[in-house]
């Protein structure tokens, strides 16, 4: 496939993931839209734009890369690409919620593809890091990918992990922060400013890298350069992204991180991502 014919495909896909995960919303309106919105194109370009080394048909294959998602409640978006890729059977996207489905507003490892459960945030960085370490000691070359929101960065564990990271050259661990900016109920920087993020990462001596986390040709491109260097250090890709991405009533509301959208709604954004 050609480049051009690739990035062609990941837009239209990241397209029908949103309209994808607003209908799976109308099922079970308890999840987290507006967080699940904003990381639609980083899950595209790592499952369809040829960043993991996985398996479908053989989830839990020795030496795949390894993808810790610790925003977990933001998650839901990706339940429409496992099914898609073939890691379950798409007819369960239609049982979501419903007694005996294992498809549930936070994801769990009952789910083909999900590695961790990461309902409290925080966590899922130090896992990666033992996971990592591990990998290292048995002499496979695995990657470990982390998903972290911003807000999450908060959590004092994150940090540690961090400094683990660096002290254990662990260069085949990257870390992808979606810097949506917003946290459950404010702008980050209302609450704690996280700014400058990449110096903070530098200064635990972290390879860092800025993208835009909507364009998925820059995301994709990044997310090559990263994992294609080899320096003994770990790797942050810090993606700015906007939260609620793709549904007008949630995009730029400092609120929309729980805020509930009425049927007529969802029915009018999916209208306006066709």
């Known amino acids: 496939?050609?480049?051009?014919?690739?990035?062609?495909?990941?837009?239209?896909?990241a397209l029908w993931v949103r309209r994808e995960t607003l209908n799976l919303y109308k099922m079970s309106p308890g999840f987290r839209l507006a967080s699940s919105l904003s990381d639609v194109e980083i899950f595209v370009a790592l499952y369809y734009g040829k960043i993991l080394n996985i398996n479908p048909k053989n989830p839990n294959w020795q030496e795949r890369d390894r993808f810790i998602?610790?925003?977990g409640h933001g998650a839901i978006s990706l339940y429409s690409i496992l099914a898609d890729l073939g890691f379950f059977d798409k007819k369960e996207l239609t049982k979501m919620s419903q007694k005996g489905s294992f498809l549930g507003d936070i994801?769990?490892?009952?789910?083909?593809?999900?590695?961790?459960?990461?309902?409290?945030?925080?966590h899922g960085?130090?896992?990666?890091?033992?996971?990592?370490?591990?990998?290292?000691k048995k002499n496979l070359n695995?990657?470990?990918?982390?998903?972290?929101?911003?807000?999450?960065?908060?959590?004092?564990?994150?940090?540690?992990?961090?400094?683990?990271?660096?002290?254990h050259k662990l260069d085949n661990l990257i870390l992808i922060v979606d810097n949506n900016k917003i946290s459950m109920l404010d702008y980050c920087k209302n609450i704690i400013d996280l700014e400058p993020l990449e110096e903070k990462f530098r200064a635990f001596k972290w390879k860092t890298a800025l993208v835009d986390g909507h364009h998925i040709e820059k995301l994709r491109n990044a997310l090559k350069i990263l994992t294609g260097s080899h320096d003994n250090?770990?790797?942050?890709?810090?993606?700015?992204?906007?939260?609620?991405?793709?549904?007008?009533q949630l995009e730029?509301?400092?609120?929309?991180?729980?805020?509930?959208?009425?049927?007529?709604?969802?029915?009018?954004?999916?209208?306006?991502?066709k």
């Open 1 to 13: 496939m050609k480049k051009s014919d690739l990035i062609n495909f990941l837009k239209e896909k």
């Open 69 to 71: 998602i610790s925003k």
């Open 107 to 122: 994801p769990d490892t009952r789910i083909p593809g999900f590695e961790t459960i990461n309902g409290a945030l925080g």
């Open 125 to 136: 960085l130090g896992v990666a890091c033992g996971i990592a370490l591990a990998l290292k």
């Open 142 to 167: 695995s990657k470990v990918f982390v998903l972290s929101g911003d807000g999450e960065l908060y959590e004092g564990a994150v940090w540690e992990a961090v400094m683990f990271a660096s002290h």
């Open 233 to 248: 250090r770990p790797r942050v890709l810090i993606a700015d992204t906007i939260k609620g991405k793709g549904v007008s």
């Open 252 to 273: 730029g509301d400092a609120l929309c991180h729980i805020k509930s959208l009425k049927e007529n709604e969802i029915n009018k954004a999916i209208k306006e991502l």
